[in-house]
C-alpha cells in the first residue's frame, strides 16, 4: 500500500457529534528503531512486544463547528485536552503537529471541535514513555471518527490506517496498535512496510508466550534527550550505515530465534540492541549517556544472576535509564524475586512495573 491509500475520500459532513473512547498499550522494541527519515519514515526495521499493563486510555467527543464552509478551510484546528481530569496545555503543540501531518489523510479535522480526555495506567512522571500508547490511542479513536463519519473498513485496513496515522504522530506508536510482536519498517526477512506496523508473520515458539517485562523505574524524570533530537543524532552518525544494516541482520536473526525458542540467542540479540542503540548515542555528535550509574548496577546484577542460575532473563533499554527486564513466564517466581530483593533498590523510591506480552489496542465505548 502505498500513504495515498489512506486518504478519506468520502465522508457524511451532516454528523454533528459523537464520542469514541479506545484504550491502547505501550511497547518494548527488542529491534530498535532510532534514526528516521523525513515523514517518520524509519531508517530501520525495528520489531517489538506489545505490553498489556502500561497503557493510555482516550476518549475523543468531536462537536460540529459553527462556520460556513468557506471559513471551514481557514479555521484552525480546534481542540481541548485533559489530561487525568484536568485541562492540560502542554501536550497541545505536539497533538497540533500530529493533526497537521495527518490532515491529508483526516481531511474532517477542521470541521469539529475536539474534547480529548486522556489517562495513563501508569504514573505520570515515571519515565515511561507514553507517546507509544497516547499516539496510537488517539489515532485510533480518529479512526473510529471515519468510522462513524460513515467509512466502511474491514478491521486490517482499520489496523492498518491507525498504525499508519499513529506512526505521524510518534514512529515507535505504529507498533502498539496489535500483538504480541509488531515489526515496523522494510526488510527481506518479514511481511513489512515503512508507513505502518504489521503483526509479526513468522512462527513463535511457546517459549515466548506471555513473555515478561518487568519495567525498573530508575529515572523518573524527563527524559535527556527527546527522541525528536535522538533520531537526528544518526544523521551524518560515523556508524549509522553499518547499525541499520546490523538491525537488518539483528532481525534475521531474531526471527529464526523467536521460531526455535533459543532463548540464549534472545538474550544475546536483545542485550546486544539495547547496548548498540546506547552506544549510537555515545559516539553521536553531541553525545550523551542515557543510563546512570543504577542502570549498571542493575545491568551487572542481571549478568551475575544469569551465570549463577538457570536462568535466561534479560534487559533491553529504550533512550533512558530505566531498565526492562524480560523473561519467560516460567521464571516468573524466581525472577519477581530478584528483582525485590536485589533490584528493587537501584529504583526511585523502589518503584517497579510488572507487565507482559499484550494482545493490543481495544475500543472501550462507542
Ligand atoms: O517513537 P519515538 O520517536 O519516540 O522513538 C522511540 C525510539 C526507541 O524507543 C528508543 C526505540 C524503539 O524502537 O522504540
Same mark, same amino acid.
Given at each position: 500500500?502505498?500513504a495515498?491509500d489512506?486518504?478519506?475520500?468520502n465522508?457524511?459532513?451532516?454528523?454533528?457529534?459523537?464520542?469514541?473512547?479506545?484504550?491502547?498499550?505501550s511497547n518494548i522494541?527488542?529491534?530498535?528503531?532510532?534514526?528516521?527519515?523525513?515523514? +517518520?519514515?524509519?531508517?530501520? =526495521?525495528s520489531?517489538?512486544?506489545?505490553?498489556?499493563?502500561?497503557?493510555?486510555?482516550?476518549?475523543?467527543? $468531536?462537536?460540529?463547528? /459553527?462556520?460556513s464552509t468557506?471559513?471551514?478551510?481557514t479555521?484552525?484546528?480546534?481542540?481541548?485536552? $485533559?489530561f487525568?481530569?484536568e485541562?492540560?496545555?502542554?501536550?497541545?503543540p505536539?497533538?497540533?503537529?500530529?493533526? @497537521?501531518?495527518?490532515?491529508?489523510?483526516? =481531511?474532517?479535522?477542521?470541521?469539529?471541535?475536539?474534547?480529548?480526555?486522556?489517562?495513563?495506567?501508569?504514573?505520570?512522571?515515571?519515565?515511561?514513555?507514553?507517546?507509544a500508547s497516547g499516539?496510537?490511542?488517539l489515532?485510533l479513536?480518529?479512526?473510529?471518527?471515519?468510522?462513524?463519519?460513515? *467509512?466502511?473498513?474491514?478491521?486490517?485496513y482499520?489496523?492498518?490506517?491507525?498504525?499508519?496515522? *499513529?506512526?505521524?504522530?510518534?514512529?515507535? *506508536?505504529?507498533?502498539?496498535?496489535?500483538?504480541?510482536?509488531?515489526?515496523?519498517?522494510?526488510?527481506?526477512?518479514t511481511e513489512s512496510s /515503512?508507513?505502518?506496523?504489521?503483526?509479526?508473520?513468522?512462527?513463535?515458539h =511457546?517459549?515466548?508466550?506471555? $513473555?515478561?517485562?518487568?519495567?525498573?523505574?530508575?529515572?523518573?524524570?524527563?527524559?535527556?534527550?527527546?527522541s525528536?533530537v #535522538?533520531?537526528?543524532?544518526?544523521? #551524518?552518525?560515523p556508524?549509522?550505515e553499518?547499525?541499520?544494516?546490523?538491525?537488518?541482520?539483528?532481525?534475521?536473526?531474531?526471527?529464526?530465534?523467536?521460531?526455535?525458542? /533459543?532463548? +540464549?540467542?534472545?538474550v544475546?540479540i536483545?542485550?546486544? @540492541?539495547?547496548l548498540?542503540?546506547h552506544?549510537?548515542?555515545?559516539?553521536?555528535?553531541?553525545y550523551?549517556?542515557?543510563?546512570?550509574?543504577?542502570?549498571?548496577?542493575?545491568?551487572?546484577?542481571?549478568?551475575? $544472576?544469569r551465570? @549463577?542460575?538457570?536462568?535466561?532473563?534479560?534487559?533491553?533499554?529504550?533512550?533512558? *535509564?530505566?531498565?526492562?527486564v524480560?523473561? =519467560?513466564?516460567?521464571?516468573?517466581?524466581s525472577?519477581?524475586?530478584?528483582?525485590?530483593?536485589?533490584?528493587?533498590?537501584?529504583?526511585?523510591?523502589?518503584?517497579?512495573?510488572? /507487565?507482559?506480552?499484550?494482545k493490543?489496542? +481495544?475500543?472501550?465505548?462507542?
Amino acid at each position: 500500500m502505498i500513504a495515498e491509500d489512506f486518504i478519506l475520500k468520502n465522508y457524511n459532513s451532516s454528523v454533528e457529534s459523537g464520542s469514541v473512547k479506545w484504550e491502547s498499550p505501550s511497547n518494548i522494541a527488542l529491534i530498535k528503531y532510532w534514526g528516521k527519515k523525513e515523514n +517518520q519514515i524509519p531508517e530501520n =526495521p525495528s520489531i517489538s512486544f506489545t505490553l498489556s499493563n502500561c497503557k493510555t486510555i482516550t476518549k475523543l467527543t $468531536y462537536t460540529k463547528k /459553527d462556520l460556513s464552509t468557506a471559513l471551514k478551510v481557514t479555521s484552525d484546528f480546534s481542540f481541548d485536552v $485533559y489530561f487525568e481530569s484536568e485541562k492540560n496545555e502542554a501536550f497541545k503543540p505536539k497533538i497540533q503537529t500530529f493533526f @497537521e501531518r495527518i490532515e491529508a489523510y483526516v =481531511p474532517f479535522l477542521r470541521d469539529y471541535h475536539f474534547k480529548i480526555e486522556t489517562s495513563n495506567t501508569f504514573p505520570h512522571s515515571s519515565g515511561i514513555a507514553s507517546s507509544a500508547s497516547g499516539m496510537s490511542a488517539l489515532a485510533l479513536c480518529l479512526m473510529s471518527v471515519e468510522v462513524d463519519l460513515g *467509512a466502511d473498513y474491514t478491521s486490517e485496513y482499520f489496523n492498518k490506517k491507525a498504525s499508519f496515522l *499513529a506512526r505521524l504522530g510518534s514512529g515507535s *506508536a505504529c507498533r502498539s496498535i496489535e500483538g504480541e510482536l509488531v515489526v515496523w519498517g522494510q526488510n527481506e526477512s518479514t511481511e513489512s512496510s /515503512d508507513l505502518y506496523g504489521i503483526k509479526f508473520d513468522g512462527e513463535v515458539h =511457546p517459549n515466548f508466550k506471555n $513473555y515478561q517485562d518487568t519495567i525498573l523505574l530508575v529515572d523518573k524524570g524527563e527524559k535527556q534527550v527527546s527522541s525528536t533530537v #535522538g533520531h537526528k543524532l544518526m544523521f #551524518g552518525h560515523p556508524f549509522a550505515e553499518q547499525r541499520f544494516a546490523q538491525a537488518h541482520d539483528n532481525l534475521a536473526k531474531l526471527k529464526t530465534t523467536l521460531a526455535s525458542g /533459543d532463548l +540464549q540467542n534472545f538474550v544475546k540479540i536483545v542485550e546486544s @540492541e539495547a547496548l548498540t542503540l546506547h552506544a549510537m548515542m555515545m559516539t553521536s555528535m553531541p553525545y550523551f549517556i542515557l543510563m546512570k550509574p543504577n542502570t549498571l548496577e542493575i545491568i551487572n546484577k542481571i549478568w551475575k $544472576y544469569r551465570a @549463577e542460575n538457570i536462568s535466561n532473563v534479560c534487559f533491553t533499554l529504550d533512550a533512558g *535509564a530505566n531498565v526492562h527486564v524480560l523473561y =519467560p513466564e516460567n521464571e516468573k517466581e524466581s525472577v519477581l524475586k530478584f528483582i525485590n530483593d536485589e533490584l528493587a533498590k537501584y529504583c526511585q523510591n523502589g518503584h517497579f512495573i510488572s /507487565d507482559f506480552i499484550g494482545k493490543g489496542a +481495544q475500543l472501550i465505548e462507542k
